[in-house]
C-alpha cells in the first residue's frame, strides 16, 4: 500500500513531510513505505512502518534519513568531528553503516493521534533542516578529511543540476521568530514539567518559568548522576532562541572514547523501539558525551516541554539500562579472562 493513499497516521505523517517540503517530483522515487528524495545531489529517505498498537494507541515510527559522506579510512577524525559539530544539532544526529561505509543524518518520531497536531510540523522541519544540515557537512568535510561526498542521483533523472531552494531557506526559515524571546518563557507547561520530574527524576529545580535541571540515576559508579537541563537562555548559533534540552552523562572519557560511543549511541536509537522521539543527537558537550537537541521558536506548542520531559526521562532510564549490561558485559569478559 503506497504512503500517497495515507491509509495510517504514519503515511499521514510521510505526505506532510512530501508536501510541507514542497518537494520536485522530478526527483522523487516511490519506495511503498514512504519516499526517497535528492534536494541536491545527496539522497533523503522518509518511511514509516506498519504501526504498533499499545496501551490501546496505534503509534507508528517515522523516520528520515540523509546520507552525507563516505568514511574512506577516516572514520575516527570524522566521529570526533560529527560529535563537536553535534553540540549545536537542532533534531538529527549521525550514524555510520559500517556495510557501506556511508554516515547519514538521522531523525525520528512515534506518532500517535494525541499529539498529531504538532508533531507534524516538527518532524517536516527537522527533516528539512537535516537536508540542508547534511548538504552542508558533506561539502565541509570532504576538504577538510579528504572524505567522498555520498553523491547520488536519481534512478531516471539522475543528478540534480539546480539543488532544491530548501538548502539554501531552511535555517532562514526560523528567524525573525528565533530572534525574539524564547516562547518557552514564563508558559503555564513549567507547572506540568515539575510535575512529571516528581515523579520520573531523583530530584529536580525549576523556577518554573525559564529553566529545569533533574538528576537521574546512575548505577554505573559513585552518587553522581546524569543531569538533564532544560533552558530558554541557550540560544542555538544559527537558528536563535528556543528550548535547549541537554542531558549529560558522568562518565570520565576522552575526545576519541566520546566520539565513537556518542556514533554507537545514535545507532541504537535508530534501531531500538523504545517509543522515545529520536530528535536530537548525542555528542561531545564542554568535554562530556550528552544528547542534546534544540526546538526554535517557530515550532513552539504548550505540550512539547511536557513531551520533552516524558522524552527524556525515558531516555535517561534507557541509557542508566544500557550502559549498566555494558559493564556487567565487560566485567564477565574480564572474569572469563582471568
Request: hydrophobic residues 40%; contains cysteine; aromatic residues 10%.
Amino acid at each position: 500500500m503506497s504512503w500517497r493513499q495515507k491509509a495510517t497516521l504514519g503515511q499521514e505523517f510521510v505526505a506532510d513531510v512530501h508536501d510541507l517540503l514542497r518537494v520536485d517530483e522530478t526527483y522523487v522515487l516511490d519506495t511503498g513505505d514512504g519516499f526517497i528524495y535528492w534536494a541536491g545531489d545527496l539522497s533523503t529517505k522518509v518511511t514509516t512502518d506498519i504501526g504498533v498498537f499499545r496501551q490501546s494507541t496505534s503509534v507508528y515510527r517515522v523516520t528520515a534519513e540523509t546520507e552525507f559522506i563516505k568514511g574512506r579510512g577516516h572514520i575516527a577524525d570524522v566521529a570526533m568531528a560529527l560529535e563537536t559539530e553535534m553540540d549545536s544539532c537542532s533534531f538529527s544526529g549521525p550514524v555510520y553503516d559500517q556495510a557501506t561505509d556511508t554516515f547519514r543524518l538521522f531523525c525520528g518520531v512515534y506518532a500517535t493521534s494525541e499529539q498529531a497536531h504538532w508533531l507534524r510540523r516538527t518532524m517536516a522541519a527537522a527533516v528539512a533542516l537535516q537536508i540542508a544540515e547534511a548538504h552542508e557537512l558533506a561539502k565541509r568535510f570532504s576538504v577538510k578529511f579528504n572524505t567522498t561526498q555520498a553523491t547520488s542521483g536519481h534512478p531516471n533523472a539522475g543528478i540534480r543540476p539546480i539543488p532544491d531552494p530548501v538548502l539554501q531557506n531552511a535555517v532562514g526559515f526560523f528567524h525573525p521568530s528565533g530572534d525574539q524571546p524564547s516562547s518557552w518563557e514564563g508558559v503555564p507547561a513549567w507547572e506540568q514539567a515539575g510535575w512529571i520530574m516528581e515523579r520520573e527524576a531523583r530530584r529536580f529545580e525549576s523556577d518554573r518559568q525559564t529553566h529545569l535541571t533533574a538528576v537521574f540515576d546512575w548505577v554505573c559508579g559513585g552518587d553522581e548522576g546524569m543531569v538533564l537541563q532544560i533552558r530558554t537562555d541557550d540560544p542555538h548559533p544559527k537558528l536563535g532562541n528556543g528550548l535547549h534540552v541537554t542531558l549529560t552523562v558522568p562518565m570520565r572519557l576522552n575526545a576519541v572514547a566520546i566520539g565513537h560511543l556518542a556514533l554507537d549511541l545514535n545507532t541504537y536509537e535508530k534501531t531500538e523501539y523504545k517509543r522515545c522521539h529520536t530528535l536530537g543527537s548525542w555528542c561531545m558537550h564542554d568535554g562530556k558525551l550528552a544528547f542534546r537537541e534544540f526546538v526554535p521558536n517557530a515550532l513552539y506548542d504548550p505540550e512539547y516541554l511536557e513531551e520533552l520531559c516524558v522524552n527524556m526521562s525515558t531516555r535517561a532510564i534507557w541509557a542508566n539500562e544500557w550502559f549498566y549490561e555494558m559493564k556487567c558485559k565487560a566485567e564477565a569478559e574480564r572474569a572469563g579472562s582471568a
